[in-house]
C-alpha cells in the first residue's frame, strides 16, 4: 500500500473502513439475508480485521505526525483523549443495551425459553453488573470490539514513541507478545466468567502492523506486495479459505476435507485472531492494493462517497451501527422477520448511517467555520 | 415505505398460519440425518434392550399444565418405542437448570457406570453461552465426555441450543454451536442440531418461536417434534452399523 505524502488523505482506507462499518452492522444482525454478502461467509477473517488494521494505519498516520511536530507528551494526551471518548461511547451503548434486555425481561414470557430466560438473571445484581461493565468485564454480546479499541488505544503511546524512532523494533515487538500470548494463553479475565472475546493481547498485532504501515512500513513492502508472486500466491489462498468456508454452510461438503487439515487447521481462533485469518486478511489486502490503486479516480466518484463519509467518523458510524442492530433486530421480532423486513432493515440502516454521517461532516465543517473555534486537525479523527 | 407495506403484508398473510399437524414439522425440519454410527446402540437394539440417559439443562425439561413430563426425553421414549417394536426401552434424565458442559462432564463417567445407557443424549451449550465460559473450556469439556463416555461403553449424541430469536441479539451461542460441531466431526459423534432444525422451523412458519406467552401448547409440540426426529436419528445412525443391521427392523 503506497503512503500517501503528508496532507493527502489515501481515500481507499475510508473506503474500506465505511464498507468494513456496514458489514459489521449486518453481521451484528441475526437471521438477516443480507448476512450472506458479508466476508465472513467467505473466508477466515471478516470486517473486525479491515477495521482494526486501518484503525492503527490511521491512528499512527494522525498521531504519528503530532508526536514529530508537537512531541510525545501532545500526542499521547490527544491518544489518551480519544481512548476516553470512545470509552463513553461505549458505556452509552451499555446503557441502550440495558434499555433493551430490560424491556425484554419485563414483557417476554415462554415456558419454551425458560433457559435462554437466564441470560437476564444479571438484570437482579445490578451492583456488580454495572460495575463489572464499567470495568470492561461485563460486555454483552456483539459489543466487544469498542472495549478491544479502548485497550488497544491505551497501550498505543509507548508503542507508537517506538514506531516511530525503530520501527522494526516495534514491530518485532508486538510479534513478540503476540507468540507470548499464544504460549502462555495470556488474556484479560470477564465477567462472569471466561475471557475477553477479542483477546487485546493477540489483535494488538493488527493494529500495530497497521500502524508499522502507516507510518512508511508499507513503502518498504512495497517490492513484495507488487510482486505477482505475492499476487499468485494471496488468491490461491482465498480460493482456498473460499472453499473450507462453504464447507461450513453447504452440508455435506465437510466430508471432503480431509481429516489432517481438519486437525490441523480447527479451531480456526477468532479470539486470539488465528495466524490463518491474520493470512486470510493480509491476502485480502494484497489483492486489494492490486486491484484499487490509490490514483483510482473512481475513488472521488459520487457512488463511493457513501462508504467513504461513514469510513471517515468510524467511531461515531460504529457505534450508530451497533444501536442499529440492536434496534433492526428489535424491529424484526416485534413487527415481522420476513425477507423483506431482513432488506428493509438494513438497507435503512445503511442509509442512517451514511446520512449521520453526512450530517458530522456538515457541522465540523459549520463549526471550523464559525469565529472562535478552532478548525480540527487535517486527518480525521481515527479510531 | 413500499417495503415496509410488503413487510407488513407478510405479517398479515404469514401470521396465522402455523401448522397444528403432527407430521408438519417432521417434514420442515428438512434432512435430520446422522453423520455416524452408534454401535452401541445396534447392539443394545438386537439384545432387545436400549437404555437411553439424556443429560442436559433446563431446556430438556418441560412440565405441562396437568405437571405432566411433556419434554423431548419423554418424547424420544415414545417415539424409539414405536419405532422399535419388541424392543424394551427407557429413557433416563438428569436435567439441571444452569449446567455447564463442565459440570455435566464431571458426573458423565459416574452416570456411565451406574445406569450403564448404550446412549446418552448430551444437551449443553446454553447455560456455557449465558455464563460465558471460555469457548475452549467448553470444547474440552466435551472431548473428554465423549471420552470417559467412549470409556463407560455408551456412545454420545451431543444437542446443540435451541434456537430463541427474541435472544438472539443477547445471547452470543455460535462459539459454543461451532465449538460442538467441530468436536462432533473430529470425535466422530452424531450431532443432533436443535438450533438448525429450530430456525427451519421459524423460517418455514411451523412454530411461532416470538410468542410472549404461558401457555405450553407450543413448547409441548416443540418437544414432541424434537423427540420424534431425535428417535428418527437414533434409529438411522444404528443402521449406520453394518454389523448389526439385519436386527434392526
Same mark, same amino acid.
Given at each position: 500500500?503506497?503512503?500517501?505524502?503528508?496532507?493527502?488523505? %489515501?481515500?481507499?482506507?475510508?473506503?474500506?473502513?465505511?464498507?468494513?462499518?456496514? &458489514?459489521?452492522?449486518?453481521?451484528?444482525?441475526?437471521?438477516?439475508? *443480507?448476512?450472506?454478502?458479508?466476508?465472513?461467509?467467505?473466508?477466515?477473517?471478516?470486517?473486525?480485521?479491515?477495521?482494526?488494521?486501518?484503525?492503527?494505519?490511521?491512528?499512527?498516520?494522525?498521531?504519528?505526525?503530532?508526536?514529530?511536530?508537537?512531541?510525545?507528551?501532545?500526542?499521547?494526551?490527544?491518544?489518551?483523549?480519544?481512548?476516553?471518548?470512545?470509552?463513553?461511547?461505549?458505556?452509552?451503548?451499555?446503557?441502550?443495551?440495558?434499555?433493551?434486555?430490560?424491556?425484554?425481561?419485563?414483557?417476554?414470557?415462554?415456558?419454551?425459553?425458560?433457559?435462554?430466560?437466564?441470560?437476564? %438473571?444479571?438484570?437482579?445484581?445490578?451492583?456488580?453488573?454495572?460495575?463489572?461493565?464499567?470495568?470492561?468485564?461485563?460486555?454483552?454480546?456483539?459489543?466487544?470490539?469498542?472495549?478491544?479499541?479502548?485497550?488497544?488505544?491505551?497501550?498505543?503511546?509507548?508503542?507508537?514513541?517506538?514506531?516511530?524512532?525503530?520501527?522494526?523494533?516495534?514491530?518485532?515487538?508486538?510479534?513478540? &507478545?503476540?507468540?507470548?500470548?499464544?504460549?502462555?494463553?495470556?488474556?484479560?479475565?470477564?465477567?462472569?466468567?471466561?475471557?475477553?472475546?477479542?483477546?487485546?493481547?493477540?489483535?494488538?498485532? *493488527?493494529?500495530?502492523?497497521?500502524?508499522?504501515?502507516?507510518?512508511?512500513?508499507?513503502?518498504?513492502?512495497?517490492?513484495?506486495?507488487?510482486?505477482?508472486?505475492?499476487?499468485?500466491?494471496?488468491?490461491?489462498?482465498?480460493?482456498?479459505?473460499?472453499?473450507?468456508?462453504?464447507?461450513?454452510?453447504?452440508?455435506?461438503?465437510?466430508?471432503?476435507?480431509?481429516?489432517?487439515?481438519?486437525?490441523?487447521?480447527?479451531?480456526?481462533?477468532?479470539?486470539?485472531?488465528?495466524?490463518?485469518?491474520?493470512?486470510?486478511?493480509?491476502?485480502?489486502?494484497?489483492?486489494?492494493?492490486?486491484?484499487?490503486?490509490?490514483?483510482?479516480?473512481?475513488?472521488?466518484?459520487?457512488? &463511493?462517497?457513501?462508504?467513504?463519509?461513514?469510513?471517515?467518523?468510524?467511531?461515531?458510524?460504529?457505534?450508530?451501527?451497533?444501536?442499529?442492530?440492536?434496534?433492526?433486530?428489535?424491529?424484526?421480532?416485534?413487527?415481522?422477520?420476513?425477507?423483506?423486513?431482513?432488506?428493509?432493515?438494513?438497507?435503512?440502516?445503511?442509509?442512517?448511517?451514511?446520512?449521520?454521517?453526512?450530517?458530522?461532516?456538515?457541522?465540523?465543517?459549520?463549526?471550523?467555520?464559525?469565529?472562535?473555534?478552532?478548525?480540527?486537525?487535517?486527518?480525521?479523527?481515527?479510531? | 415505505?413500499?417495503?415496509?407495506?410488503?413487510?407488513?403484508?407478510?405479517?398479515?398473510?404469514?401470521?396465522?398460519?402455523?401448522?397444528?399437524?403432527?407430521?408438519?414439522?417432521?417434514?420442515?425440519?428438512?434432512?435430520?440425518?446422522?453423520?455416524?454410527?452408534?454401535?452401541?446402540?445396534?447392539?443394545?437394539?438386537?439384545?432387545?434392550?436400549?437404555?437411553?440417559?439424556?443429560?442436559?439443562?433446563?431446556?430438556?425439561?418441560?412440565?405441562?399444565?396437568?405437571?405432566?413430563?411433556?419434554?423431548?426425553?419423554?418424547?424420544?421414549?415414545?417415539?424409539?418405542?414405536?419405532?422399535?417394536?419388541?424392543?424394551?426401552?427407557?429413557?433416563?434424565?438428569?436435567?439441571?437448570?444452569?449446567?455447564?458442559?463442565?459440570?455435566?462432564?464431571?458426573?458423565?463417567?459416574?452416570?456411565?457406570?451406574?445406569?450403564?445407557?448404550?446412549?446418552?443424549?448430551?444437551?449443553?451449550?446454553?447455560?456455557?453461552?449465558?455464563?460465558?465460559?471460555?469457548?475452549?473450556?467448553?470444547?474440552?469439556?466435551?472431548?473428554?465426555?465423549?471420552?470417559?463416555?467412549?470409556?463407560?461403553?455408551?456412545?454420545?449424541?451431543?444437542?446443540?441450543?435451541?434456537?430463541?430469536?427474541?435472544?438472539?441479539?443477547?445471547?452470543?451461542?455460535?462459539?459454543?454451536?461451532?465449538?460442538?460441531?467441530?468436536?462432533?466431526?473430529?470425535?466422530?459423534?452424531?450431532?443432533?442440531?436443535?438450533?438448525?432444525?429450530?430456525?427451519?422451523?421459524?423460517?418455514?412458519?411451523?412454530?411461532?418461536?416470538?410468542?410472549?406467552?404461558?401457555?405450553?401448547?407450543?413448547?409441548?409440540?416443540?418437544?414432541?417434534?424434537?423427540?420424534?426426529?431425535?428417535?428418527?436419528?437414533?434409529?438411522?445412525?444404528?443402521?449406520?452399523?453394518?454389523?448389526?443391521?439385519?436386527?434392526?427392523?
Amino acid at each position: 500500500m503506497p503512503v500517501p505524502a503528508p496532507g493527502e488523505r %489515501d481515500l481507499r482506507l475510508d473506503l474500506f473502513r465505511g464498507l468494513a462499518l456496514w &458489514l459489521i452492522f449486518l453481521d451484528h444482525i441475526p437471521s438477516n439475508i *443480507l448476512n450472506w454478502i458479508t466476508i465472513r461467509n467467505y473466508g477466515f477473517s471478516d470486517a473486525t480485521e479491515i477495521f482494526v488494521f486501518i484503525s492503527g494505519y490511521t491512528a499512527a498516520f494522525v498521531y504519528g505526525r503530532a508526536m514529530r511536530e508537537r512531541g510525545v507528551v501532545v500526542a499521547s494526551a490527544r491518544i489518551l483523549k480519544r481512548t476516553w471518548q470512545i470509552y463513553v461511547a461505549h458505556v452509552f451503548l451499555f446503557a441502550i443495551y440495558m434499555a433493551e434486555i430490560s424491556y425484554v425481561a419485563a414483557t417476554f414470557e415462554n415456558p419454551l425459553y425458560g433457559e435462554e430466560m437466564g441470560i437476564f %438473571d444479571f438484570l437482579r445484581q445490578p451492583d456488580i453488573t454495572l460495575v463489572q461493565a464499567l470495568l470492561l468485564k461485563f460486555k454483552p454480546a456483539n459489543m466487544d470490539v469498542l472495549p478491544l479499541y479502548i485497550v488497544l488505544l491505551a497501550g498505543f503511546p509507548p508503542m507508537l514513541w517506538i514506531l516511530v524512532r525503530a520501527p522494526a523494533a516495534a514491530l518485532g515487538a508486538s510479534l513478540l &507478545l503476540y507468540l507470548l500470548t499464544w504460549n502462555f494463553g495470556w488474556n484479560l479475565p470477564a465477567y462472569p466468567s471466561g475471557y475477553w472475546v477479542f483477546n487485546p493481547f493477540a489483535w494488538q498485532l *493488527l493494529f500495530v502492523f497497521g500502524a508499522w504501515c502507516g507510518l512508511g512500513g508499507a513503502k518498504r513492502l512495497a517490492a513484495l506486495i507488487e510482486s505477482p508472486i505475492t499476487f499468485v500466491v494471496a488468491v490461491l489462498y482465498l480460493v482456498f479459505a473460499c472453499a473450507i468456508a462453504l464447507t461450513w454452510y453447504i452440508p455435506g461438503l465437510d466430508h471432503f476435507v480431509p481429516k489432517w487439515l481438519e486437525d490441523w487447521m480447527y479451531p480456526i481462533d477468532k479470539t486470539n485472531l488465528d495466524v490463518l485469518r491474520f493470512a486470510h486478511f493480509m491476502a485480502l489486502a494484497v489483492v486489494t492494493v492490486r486491484l484499487v490503486p490509490q490514483q483510482w479516480t473512481f475513488l472521488n466518484s459520487l457512488w &463511493l462517497r457513501p462508504a467513504i463519509l461513514c469510513g471517515q467518523h468510524s467511531l461515531e458510524i460504529f457505534c450508530l451501527g451497533v444501536f442499529l442492530s440492536f434496534a433492526g433486530h428489535f424491529a424484526m421480532v416485534e413487527i415481522n422477520e420476513g425477507i423483506a423486513m431482513q432488506i428493509a432493515v438494513s438497507v435503512l440502516g445503511i442509509v442512517a448511517m451514511v446520512a449521520t454521517a453526512a450530517l458530522i461532516s456538515w457541522y465540523k465543517r459549520v463549526e471550523g467555520r464559525s469565529p472562535g473555534s478552532r478548525p480540527g486537525p487535517p486527518g480525521a479523527p481515527t479510531l | 415505505m413500499r417495503l415496509l407495506a410488503a413487510a407488513l403484508a407478510c405479517a398479515l398473510i404469514g401470521g396465522g398460519a402455523f401448522a397444528k399437524d403432527t407430521e408438519g414439522c417432521i417434514i420442515a425440519a428438512g434432512a435430520v440425518t446422522p453423520d455416524f454410527a452408534l454401535p452401541h446402540v445396534a447392539a443394545a437394539i438386537a439384545k432387545k434392550r436400549l437404555d437411553v440417559v439424556v443429560i442436559g439443562s433446563a431446556s430438556s425439561e418441560l412440565t405441562g399444565p396437568s405437571g405432566s413430563n411433556i419434554a423431548y426425553p419423554t418424547r424420544l421414549a415414545v417415539a424409539l418405542g414405536n419405532l422399535l417394536p419388541g424392543v424394551a426401552v427407557k429413557v433416563a434424565t438428569y436435567a439441571q437448570a444452569r449446567e455447564t458442559a463442565g459440570e455435566m462432564e464431571r458426573k458423565l463417567s459416574r452416570i456411565a457406570v451406574q445406569s450403564k445407557p448404550a446412549l446418552v443424549v448430551w444437551q449443553t451449550g446454553t447455560a456455557d453461552a449465558i455464563r460465558g465460559v471460555d469457548p475452549d473450556d467448553f470444547r474440552l469439556a466435551l472431548e473428554d465426555g465423549v471420552d470417559s463416555l467412549r470409556a463407560g461403553g455408551a456412545d454420545t449424541v451431543f444437542m446443540n441450543m435451541q434456537y430463541s430469536p427474541r435472544t438472539e441479539t443477547m445471547l452470543a451461542v455460535d462459539a459454543y454451536g461451532d465449538a460442538m460441531r467441530m468436536v462432533a466431526l473430529q470425535q466422530e459423534v452424531v450431532l443432533f442440531d436443535r438450533l438448525a432444525i429450530m430456525k427451519r422451523w421459524n423460517e418455514a412458519g411451523v412454530f411461532d418461536l416470538y410468542a410472549a406467552t404461558r401457555k405450553t401448547d407450543v413448547a409441548e409440540q416443540v418437544h414432541d417434534c424434537l423427540g420424534r426426529l431425535l428417535a428418527k436419528v437414533v434409529v438411522e445412525a444404528a443402521k449406520l452399523t453394518s454389523a448389526y443391521k439385519k436386527d434392526i427392523p
